[in-house]
């Protein structure tokens, strides 16, 4: 830390004599007329000799120095804009003595103005041969080192605008991260899905069973709550005659820190009347195979994590019970009987909580023993009434909902069902929710009276669906971590020195 305090101290002092001598360290007005990148692009094919027969005209960028290297009457950097990077050149007798003695006195970090030509090195690099240097920004702290950059996983993600500097693949993930996000709202809205924003403070916090955050209005006068889910607002949009909406928006769920989960994160809920959770089985494919399309080349095998995953529709499909017994080799009888599902809980070392019914101890063991082993694309399907209490009851097995969850590369990656709209059967399951709510369980739903009233308008028969959002450019970035995709990441605070 003195190391670094003693070198702010020397650039600090460096500053105020430049702006001694006249130099303006943070000017404004300076325009560009290219990019980098496209530079790079059109004329990064071209030889020495071409250059010079058929030359283009000076190009005007900016760019940061990320490298540099004097020697004499003559410098050589590295400047790099958001497209790209490319090498420039900077002559005494081409720039003149005045502004060459500027070059000289730029620092790594510091953005310049460059106006210049085009010509290959001995080395064959492209390069621009500078007629003009601007200093547009002065840096004041320095970049991290260039052959050791900015290792620390902590130090990253708080630091993002440096990250993002000194690793050009950082950079990349947050353009696909882009990407995806465009192509799901393309995807969407060329099926007639309607793209809508609803409340993010709710009096009542619905749709999701999680834990919520807390605040209190002062003209109002009340609690609010940051939205763990849009889901019901969604629907009540369903019963106005929306027939075919999606959000795709921050949610906020007061739970813990992990790869997989952080406190605000990226959701897309979309609902279609008229649809089941079989519809949408098939429409989560086809999303999938457009996305893969869009970002992948084309290609629907991903590499995530050295397994690769294969996005090729038809995806496999299993009950629960069947994947319980199937890939998790519990027992059919353990899978059952109550009392043998809360003993197997038990020699999984599972707490098994007295408001947890059979049907909340089965998805746990589904969560230990089954959830890791889904590395290709399956869906799984019928879930407990218990777990479900938005969810609409299957016909034949009342005991269990028309709903599924999709599973990738260990993880969840969305959860859809067939909505219940008979609003005598969700009040009561409402009911069931507060119970166990008293009982200890603080994720559980509330009673959301003006939910119900809307479903007495009457809701369409309809499906709809949750997809993780961070989870999805994970898959296709290939990132560990949730915190690789999301810019700023919640932290502890940083400690003082």
């Not at 993600?157 to 440096?162: A, E, G, L, M, S």
């Not at 009888?333 to 059979?358: I, Q």
């Not at 309809?462 to 997809?467: L, M």
Request: with cysteine; proline share 6%.
């Amino acid at each position: 830390m003195e190391e670094l305090s003693q070198v702010l101290r020397e650039r600090l002092a460096k500053a105020e004599q430049m702006e001694r001598e006249g130099i303006c360290l943070y000017p404004n007005g300076y325009t560009v007329d290219h990019a980098i990148g496209s530079i790079v692009n059109d004329f990064g094919h071209k030889s020495q000799e071409e250059l010079e027969s058929d030359p283009p005209a000076p190009f005007l960028v900016a760019g940061r120095i990320m490298a540099l290297r004097s020697f004499g009457r003559s410098i050589f950097m590295h400047i790099q804009d958001g497209s790209g990077r490319i090498q420039v050149y900077c002559q005494q007798n081409t720039l003149g003595k005045d502004a060459y003695a500027l070059v000289k006195k730029l620092d790594l970090g510091d953005i310049i103005r460059v106006r210049g030509t085009l010509f290959r090195t001995k080395t064959k690099e492209l390069t621009l041969l500078a007629q003009d240097v601007v200093l547009l920004t002065k840096n004041l702290r320095p970049l991290p080192e260039k052959y050791h950059g900015l290792k620390d996983v902590e130090t990253r993600y708080r630091q993002r605008y440096v990250d993002l500097i000194v690793n050009p693949s950082v950079r990349d993930t947050f353009v696909k991260r882009t990407q995806i996000v465009q192509a799901v709202r393309q995807f969407l809205s060329s099926r007639g899905f309607l793209e809508v924003e609803t409340p993010m403070m709710q009096i009542i916090p619905g749709g999701a069973t999680a834990k919520p955050f807390k605040t209190f209005h002062n003209a109002l006068g009340i609690d609010l709550y940051l939205r763990i889910a849009p889901e019901l607002y969604l629907k009540r949009l369903l019963v106005g005659g929306f027939e075919r909406v999606f959000e795709l928006n921050r949610n906020f769920r007061n739970e813990g820190i992990s790869t997989q989960h952080n406190p605000e994160f990226t959701m897309l809920e979309f609902y279609q009347a008229y649809a089941t959770f079989e519809d949408l089985i098939t429409l989560t494919e086809q999303l999938f195979v457009h996305v893969a399309q869009q970002v992948n080349g084309g290609r629907l095998q991903v590499t995530y994590q050295g397994a690769t995953i294969d996005l090729t529709p038809p995806w496999r499909r299993f009950r629960l019970s069947e994947a319980l017994t199937e890939i998790g080799q519990i027992p059919p009888e353990a899978v059952h009987d109550p009392d043998a599902t809360a003993n197997v809980a038990r020699s999984l070392n599972l707490p098994v909580e007295k408001y947890e019914g059979h049907g909340k101890l089965l998805t746990k063991i589904f969560d230990l023993v089954v959830e890791p082993k889904l590395v290709q694309p399956t869906f799984i399907t019928h879930y407990p009434l218990e777990v479900s209490p938005l969810s609409r009851k299957n016909d034949r097995e009342p005991h269990l909902t028309d709903r599924f969850e999709l599973f990738i590369a260990g993880r969840e990656m969305a959860n859809a069902f067939s909505e219940l709209n008979d609003p005598r059967d969700q009040r009561e399951r409402f009911r069931r929710q507060l119970e166990a709510r008293e009982a200890g369980d603080e994720e559980a739903h509330l009673m959301d009276e003006d939910y119900i009233r809307a479903l007495e308008y009457g809701m369409p028969p309809a499906a709809g669906e949750g997809i993780g959002i961070d989870r999805m450019v994970m898959l296709f970035t290939d990132s560990p971590s949730i915190r690789d995709v999301i810019l700023f990441p919640h932290l502890r605070p940083e400690k003082k020195q």
